[in-house]
Each structure stands twice: as structure tokens, then as C-alpha cells.
């Protein structure tokens, strides 16, 4: 994997996290927002560290993962 495929991977990881989503991570695990947020950049290289993993937690939990699916669906089915 490219360092822009995982710029564009850690950028879709973070945008599919809710408002306060990070603060809410850092919290939990006794860590800074900037920690969690370098920690998310990380997350194809170091997919165990446990911001990542609270992340895809909250992502799974909020059905972010489904609806994305869905809004690319949308977006590419061809016009009728």
C-alpha cells in the first residue's frame, strides 16, 4: 500500500467517526486528542493500538461503515 493510499485510508477513518468521537478516545484511554489523532494516521501501520481499535468500535456502533456503503451505491449507480 502507497503513502497516499494510506493518507486516503486514515482520512476516511477519521471522517467516519462522530463529533467528539476523538476527545471521547482520548478519555478512555488515558491519552491526549492529538495522540488519538496521530494514532488514527498510524492505523494501517499499527491497526492494534488501542485508539484505532476504540475507533472502529464507535465507527461499527454507529452504522457509519453501512450508511457510506449505501452513499457509494448512490453515487455510482448510473442515472435512468
Known amino acids: ?3 497516499k493510499n494510506v493518507e486516503d485510508l486514515s ?3 477519521d471522517s467516519l467517526l462522530p463529533h467528539g468521537a ?3 478516545i482520548a478519555n478512555q484511554i488515558g491519552r491526549s486528542e492529538q495522540s488519538v489523532g496521530r494514532a488514527l494516521k498510524r492505523a494501517v501501520e499499527k491497526p492494534g493500538h488501542p485508539a484505532v481499535i ?3 468500535k464507535i465507527i461499527e456502533d454507529s452504522g457509519a461503515v453501512a450508511a457510506s456503503l449505501i452513499l457509494a451505491g448512490l ?3 448510473p442515472a435512468q
Do not use: G, I, Q, S
Open 22 to 24: 476523538k476527545r471521547r
Open 1 to 3: 500500500m502507497d503513502a
Open 11 to 13: 482520512k476516511r477513518l
Open 75 to 77: 453515487t455510482t449507480a
Open 54 to 56: 476504540a475507533a472502529v
